[in-house]
Structures are given as structure tokens and as C-alpha cells.
């Protein structure tokens, strides 16, 4: 196998081979793959933490030999909104978002291949499953974040993408697409039961599930819709509190964690 890892701050993933195809999730800094296939302009991949199947430009593909990706430590991840890393080598500093991973982090440096990068950010590990206190004080961060199909970052983000990323950052994982991300948890009878920290799915009138968010307390819900906004929820669905009507009819609440 033939791996790579995402060396900007950010890469769109596209279904399909070209520049004009749909962007359907983004490769964040310090993220690896698996290369499917590797041709002149694309390489299809499949991303290593949520196995994502998708294309990516090769002019923003940067390869790993086997030996540096069986070497990389990739639990630690930047916590901060947006930070910025500087590439020792060439003296170039650029910014990455929340979630970037940082490969073999310790003592404020990460390495990839022979290159070095300075880091002085906050920072979270993956391995460490932390309370629900800090699932909701994460999902805080994105609030009014524009939304984006595909999108992962704070300058872009999907329903599903804010909340795997959410879970990623306090140590759970959870898959890509809402459609996905229903598969797992304990199903709940009532809203009532609807606990912090709960996932909410939602469906459309062909029953395919395509809106996810994370339950609060009192009955509201953190969603990306338009931008990651806070909405009333009940046993209908979500009630837009701007336009004043449902938005999302409520399909199953899971419990997650």
C-alpha cells in the first residue's frame, strides 16, 4: 500500500476525478491516507481515520514512504480554532484550523518526513475521552460557522463534519456522514430521554436520514444549518427560531457516549 498525509491547512476531497466534482469532505493538516489509485492529475484515496472514500488533486498530495507512516504518533490534535505552525526549514509559517492533527507532537515541535514544524497551541489528545461538559464546550467554539457541504473547518462546515469533529476532539470517533453516524448508539424512546451530548438524526420524505445534530439541555440542539446555530427541538424536529417553523423532522435520538 501507498500512503500520503495532508501537508496544508486544508484539501477538498471530491467524488469524483476533477476540479468541478463535489466536494464531499476535506482533508485537514496532519491527516493521512491510503492511496486507491494514483494517476497523473488525481489520486483517488480513502481517508485513515474515518476510511472516506474519495479524490484528491495530486498537486496537494504529499506521499509517505511506509516506514514514515508506520512511525507517525497521530493522537494529538490542535484544539485552537485557528493557530498557525512554522516549517523550521524554510522559515514559512501558515495557519491550520481545529482538529489539524500533529504528527509525533512533543515539546512544542511535530515532524513530517524531514520536515520540522514549530507549534505553540493549545492542544487535545484523542486518546483521552472527556465529559460532556467539554463535547458542549467545543461545539460552542463553531458557533455561527458558515455552512458547507463537505465542509470540516471553522471557515466551512457540514452537519455531520461538526459533529464528528466535535467527538474527535474529546475522544470519540464517530464516521463521516450522518447516514453513517446513525448505524451506531442506543436508540432512545422519547424526547424526553434526550440526554447532553446525544445525537439527534433527522430525515427527509424518502426516509434517507440527512441532518444530524447534538442535543443540550432544555430541549435545544447545536446544528449546522446554514451555520452551526442552537434551535428548539422536539418530538416533531428541529423549529427554526428565525423563520419560525420546522426545518428538520426528527427521525431517532441515539446515545452515543
Given at each position: 500500500?501507498?500512503?500520503?498525509?495532508?501537508?496544508?491547512?486544508?484539501?477538498?476531497?471530491?467524488?469524483?476525478?476533477?476540479?468541478?466534482?463535489?466536494?464531499?469532505?476535506?482533508?485537514?493538516?496532519?491527516?493521512?491516507?491510503?492511496?486507491?489509485?494514483?494517476?497523473?492529475?488525481?489520486?483517488?484515496?480513502?481517508?485513515?481515520?474515518?476510511?472516506?472514500?474519495?479524490?484528491?488533486?495530486?498537486?496537494?498530495?504529499?506521499?509517505?514512504?511506509?516506514?514514515?507512516?508506520?512511525?507517525?504518533?497521530?493522537?494529538?490534535?490542535?484544539?485552537?480554532?485557528?493557530?498557525?505552525?512554522?516549517?523550521?526549514?524554510?522559515?514559512?509559517i501558515f495557519p491550520?484550523?481545529?482538529?489539524?492533527?500533529?504528527?509525533?507532537?512533543?515539546?512544542?515541535?511535530?515532524?513530517?518526513?524531514?520536515?520540522?514544524?514549530?507549534?505553540?497551541?493549545?492542544?487535545?489528545?484523542?486518546?483521552?475521552?472527556?465529559?460532556?461538559?467539554?463535547?458542549?464546550?467545543?461545539?460552542?467554539?463553531?458557533?455561527?460557522?458558515?455552512?458547507?457541504?463537505?465542509?470540516?473547518?471553522?471557515?466551512?462546515?457540514?452537519?455531520?463534519?461538526?459533529?464528528?469533529?466535535?467527538?474527535?476532539?474529546?475522544?470519540?470517533?464517530?464516521?463521516?456522514?450522518?447516514?453513517?453516524?446513525?448505524?451506531?448508539?442506543?436508540?432512545?424512546?422519547?424526547?424526553?430521554?434526550?440526554?447532553?451530548?446525544d445525537l439527534a438524526?433527522?430525515?427527509?420524505?424518502?426516509?434517507?436520514?440527512?441532518?444530524?445534530?447534538?442535543?443540550?439541555?432544555?430541549?435545544q440542539i447545536i446544528?449546522?444549518?446554514?451555520?452551526?446555530?442552537?434551535?428548539?427541538?422536539?418530538?416533531?424536529?428541529?423549529?427554526?427560531?428565525?423563520?419560525?417553523?420546522?426545518?428538520?423532522?426528527?427521525?431517532?435520538?441515539?446515545?452515543?457516549?
Amino acid at each position: 500500500m501507498k500512503f500520503g498525509i495532508c501537508s496544508l491547512s486544508v484539501i477538498p476531497c471530491r467524488k469524483d476525478a476533477s476540479s468541478t466534482s463535489e466536494m464531499v469532505t476535506q482533508l485537514l493538516f496532519g491527516e493521512t491516507y491510503t492511496i486507491v489509485e494514483d494517476r497523473e492529475d488525481w489520486i483517488q484515496i480513502t481517508t485513515n481515520y474515518d476510511n472516506y472514500p474519495c479524490w484528491i488533486s495530486a498537486k496537494q498530495h504529499t506521499r509517505l514512504t511506509d516506514l514514515e507512516y508506520k512511525s507517525l504518533q497521530s493522537t494529538t490534535l490542535s484544539s485552537e480554532l485557528v493557530q498557525v505552525v512554522n516549517q523550521i526549514d524554510n522559515k514559512s509559517i501558515f495557519p491550520i484550523t481545529i482538529g489539524a492533527t500533529l504528527p509525533n507532537f512533543k515539546n512544542g515541535k511535530l515532524k513530517i518526513g524531514d520536515s520540522e514544524f514549530l507549534f505553540e497551541g493549545q492542544t487535545s489528545d484523542t486518546l483521552i475521552k472527556k465529559t460532556v461538559k467539554d463535547l458542549k464546550d467545543t461545539a460552542y467554539l463553531f458557533i455561527n460557522a458558515p455552512y458547507l457541504w463537505g465542509g470540516r473547518s471553522p471557515f466551512g462546515i457540514d452537519c455531520s463534519g461538526f459533529t464528528q469533529l466535535v467527538y474527535k476532539l474529546n475522544g470519540y470517533q464517530l464516521p463521516r456522514d450522518a447516514s453513517q453516524q446513525v448505524e451506531i448508539g442506543t436508540p432512545l424512546s422519547f424526547v424526553e430521554e434526550a440526554e447532553p451530548g446525544d445525537l439527534a438524526f433527522f430525515d427527509n420524505e424518502e426516509g434517507n436520514i440527512v441532518h444530524v445534530g447534538m442535543v443540550l439541555e432544555n430541549q435545544q440542539i447545536i446544528h449546522a444549518s446554514g451555520c452551526v446555530r442552537i434551535d428548539k427541538f422536539d418530538h416533531y424536529g428541529i423549529f427554526h427560531s428565525d423563520n419560525k417553523k420546522y426545518s428538520h423532522m426528527l427521525r431517532v435520538i441515539k446515545k452515543v457516549i
